[in-house]
C-alpha cells in the first residue's frame, strides 16, 4: 500500500500533474517547466523530485543538461496504470490545453538567450 500512497500523493498537486501532462508531449529540462509553470527553479525540482520518487517520471543528463521525460512505468505498477491513463484524462480541461499549446514556444535556448 505504501508504494501505491506515494503515487497518489504525488499526483495530489495541481502543478505536478500540469508537469506530467507536459511531458507526455515533449522531454523537458527544469527551465522549459518552470517556465511554463511559471514557478521558481527550487519549486519546480521539487516537484521533479516528488514524481521521480513515485515512478512516475524520470531523467537523462546530456552534458550540462537534465532532460525529463514520463517513465516507462517498470518501477510501479501503479505509475504504470496512472501514466497510461493520464494520456487520456484532463485534455478538456482550459489549463491543460493552454500549457499544451504554448509547449512549442518553450526553448531552452529562447529562456537563456543562445542562439
Known amino acids: 500500500m505504501k508504494e501505491f500512497i506515494k503515487v497518489m ?5 495541481p502543478a505536478r500533474v500540469k508537469i506530467m501532462k507536459m511531458l507526455q508531449h515533449k522531454t523537458m529540462c527544469v527551465c522549459e517547466i518552470q517556465t511554463a509553470l511559471d514557478k521558481a527553479q527550487s519549486t519546480t525540482s521539487k516537484h521533479l523530485k516528488i514524481l521521480e520518487d513515485a515512478g512516475l517520471i524520470t531523467y537523462q543528463k546530456n552534458g550540462l543538461w537534465v532532460n525529463y521525460k514520463l517513465a516507462d512505468g517498470t518501477q510501479s505498477p501503479f505509475a504504470a496504470s496512472l501514466i497510461s491513463h493520464l494520456h487520456h484524462w484532463l485534455e478538456d480541461d482550459c489549463d491543460i490545453r493552454e500549457l499544451v499549446r504554448l509547449l ?12
Do not use: G, Q, W, Y
Open 9 to 13: 500523493k504525488a499526483l495530489s498537486d
Open 104 to 115: 512549442p514556444a518553450i526553448d531552452r535556448n529562447i529562456i537563456l538567450n543562445r542562439n
